[in-house]
């Protein structure tokens, strides 16, 4: 429903009518104008947040330009209650807004119809457009962008001029306040005429797939990653781009949404967003070999129905949730898996997936994991707690957020001698359970207090000129960042966005060099004692493995991935199952610190974590990499490589036999003899 503060406006801006009608009753031109100046400001505050109460307010007949009908009309109310209906310049006041609500259909007609004109059947990244198709400029951004918002607002000068008359000033101000809204509501309609105009609008459909087919042939792309999803799980293809760009084959993304295009990460890899499931089937696509899937859903059909391709299923993580034993998974040739563990979890999960059909690739993204040392000496050591969400069922296992969440931040905020809490929550996190949502606010309140109070406590020194120069630092390349996604000046609509949007290799060198430098200025720019609530993309989840001692997390893809660190780390039983049966359900946590929902247990990890050698578990956690990831050569990326060489080969083989068939049914016409075959 929106933040408080969202509320808060939502709810000044409906009373404000109400006000606006007694105030015009009264009659009291300042009141009147006090209170229609709090609803254009609460109007234009939750439009700038993009709040949801906006598109509710639509779906209770009070839409935008409901609202600024009925604030005119109390306008005209007011006047009328004035004694000024005699006036000339009344009748210019209604004349003014019935003229100018007669501009919004032509205008509102004209921003469609470029934005119907100028969509794409596709959006590019790093696909050469420009020498095939003719795609012009985009309108500039001051036209389209809030257009319907930015035209009811050129009311303004219309109503200032009215209560500036009403208030006693001369009718000239209302003649003049006239002029300027239906001058400026003009300019406005047939600024935008031009943009209809043939030069100015994209090629056709069918021309634009023509294109990108050509494109395609000439690149023939052989490795697909295809994606589906809302934008919420942009992060799932995001994780295999680096994977991607380091394939020895040519590869492709290809997306069915745009809104994942606008959330995907910075990549060399070229990508195609194609929403409409007739436009895929009409890509050449006739050299891909290999399509990798990251996520199982609906969509995903369009593309299995492709023959000369091998469909795999990659995932987006690998855990115990049942999810990463889903029996969609049969629709695939081969299932991949980190390590040993995958296979087993499939085997004992019996939903006929074939052993054959697995394959153990690792996981090339955990490269980036660094594995344990030694803490500086007299340094507070960092324990991470990374709930995963609550899930799409109220099973109390998916998430200790509900049950056990602030038990162990209370206690980790309490421990002695000291640590510090990193509070990283899934980014789903209460998109489902409104108990969740409530538990994560609460562990937020908690972690930020306890920062509070330890910012107090004179055992803690903060280095403020380190930190001083860090935040400096922070500022600069934060700056730099902006400039570099500041890729368009037009309107960068999505024509525009697929013209341009070749990768600028020394830019992308930069991005990725800031980024390192950003995550290094970040740590830096807080005292290494703070307790931290860490939500967004940055920084991101394996940055705060790499500055923790440990972790607290639930079953999920994210244990799996810490266990590459080697660090101590432990798992909350939300489901109460006991400590062998959990262990014997979920094989990340065969090496992991077992919690319940008091979050007993803890003690056990903090020794670890201040002491190497009472830690009992690190044997232990040194096999259950191994079997959950594999091993450590050859690396994730050789054997990712060579399962997608492997795969391409059977993919060959299996198409050359296709060929071989029909050649030899065309060389026998009695292998389509119809004799024998019953009628109907």
């Known amino acids: 429903m929106g933040s408080a503060a969202e509320l808060a406006a939502a709810a000044l801006m409906m009373l404000g009518y109400p006000c606006l009608m007694l105030t015009a009753l009264l009659p009291s031109v300042p009141a009147f104008a006090a209170v ?37 009309l109390l306008l005209v109310l007011l006047l009328a209650r004035l004694d000024l209906s005699e006036a000339s310049a009344f009748y210019a006041a209604i004349a003014c807004f019935t003229v100018f609500f007669g501009l919004q259909a032509p205008h509102g007609a004209l921003v469609t119809l470029i934005g119907k004109r100028r969509s794409m059947p596709v959006q590019t990244r790093n696909v050469d457009l420009v020498s095939r198709v003719r795609i012009p400029d985009a309108p500039p951004r001051l036209l389209l962008r809030d257009a319907g918002e930015k035209m009811l607002h050129l009311d303004l000068p219309a109503v200032v001029g009215l209560l500036v008359w009403a208030q006693g000033g001369p009718a000239a101000a209302a003649y003049a306040g006239v002029v300027v809204t239906l001058g400026l509501g003009l300019l406005y309609v047939l600024a935008l005429v031009p943009y209809l105009r043939a030069k100015r609008i994209p090629p056709r459909a069918d021309k634009v797939l023509s294109a990108v087919s050509a494109w395609l042939r000439e690149y023939r792309p052989e490795t697909v990653l295809y994606f589906s999803g809302s934008a919420d799980s942009a992060y799932q293809v995001n994780m295999w781009l680096e994977t991607m760009e380091q394939l020895d084959s040519r590869p492709l993304v290809l997306l069915r949404e745009h809104v994942i295009l606008e959330k995907l990460a910075p990549t060399t890899v070229p990508v195609i967003s194609v929403p409409g499931g007739v436009h895929l089937m009409n890509l050449d696509l006739s050299t891909v070999r290999v399509a990798l899937y990251a996520a199982n859903v609906g969509k995903n059909i369009h593309l299995l129905r492709v023959p000369t391709m091998k469909h795999v299923f990659i995932g987006h993580g690998d855990s115990d949730k049942l999810a990463s034993v889903n029996p969609f998974s049969k629709v695939y040739d081969e299932v991949w898996t980190a390590g040993r563990a995958g296979r087993d979890r499939y085997a004992i999960a019996d939903v006929g997936i074939r052993d054959e059909d697995i394959v153990e690739v690792g996981r090339p993204q955990l490269a980036p994991i660094q594995p344990r040392r030694e803490a500086p000496a007299g340094r507070v050591p960092t324990v991470l707690y990374a709930p995963t969400w609550e899930g799409w069922d109220d099973n109390p296992g998916n998430t200790s957020l509900i049950l056990a969440g602030e038990n162990i931040v209370k206690r980790l905020v309490a421990a002695d001698p000291p640590v510090r809490v990193l509070y990283k929550p899934h980014p789903f996190t209460g998109t489902r359970s409104a108990r969740a949502g409530a538990a994560h606010r609460r562990i937020e309140a908690l972690v930020k207090k306890a920062a509070a109070e330890r910012a107090m406590d004179p055992r803690f020194t903060p280095d403020t000129a380190a930190q001083a120069a860090a935040k400096a630092e922070l500022a600069r390349v934060e700056q730099r960042l902006a400039e570099l996604a500041r890729t368009f000046e037009g309107g960068g609509d999505e024509a525009e966005t697929a013209r341009d949007g070749l990768v600028d290799y020394r830019r992308h060198e930069e991005v990725a060099r800031l980024r390192a430098e950003w995550n290094d200025a970040y740590w830096r720019s807080f005292p290494e004692w703070e307790h931290r609530v860490i939500t967004g993309a940055e920084p991101r989840l394996y940055d705060c493995f790499n500055v923790s001692e440990a972790m607290v997390s639930d079953i999920s893809s994210v244990v799996s991935d810490y266990i590459a660190s080697g660090k101590p780390y432990a798992v909350t039983d939300s489901a109460g199952l006991g400590p062998e049966e959990f262990k014997r359900q979920n094989t990340a946590v065969r090496a992991a610190v077992i919690l319940d929902n008091g979050a007993t247990g803890l003690d056990a990890l903090l020794a670890a974590v201040r002491d190497p050698a009472a830690d009992p578990l690190a044997g232990g956690r040194k096999e259950l990499k191994e079997y959950l990831l594999g091993p450590d050569e050859p690396t994730s990326v050789e054997r990712f490589n060579a399962a997608v060489a492997d795969l391409a080969l059977k993919a060959e083989a299996r198409n050359a036999g296709q060929t071989a068939r029909i050649a030899t049914t065309a060389d026998d016409p009695g292998l389509t003899s119809t004799k024998g075959v019953p009628a109907g």
Do not use: M, N, P
């Open 36 to 72: 229609a100046a709090v609803t254009y400001l609460a109007d234009l505050y939750l439009h700038r947040r993009h709040s949801y109460l906006i598109e509710l307010l639509t779906k209770v007949r009070a839409g935008l330009s409901i609202r600024f009908l009925v604030r005119e």
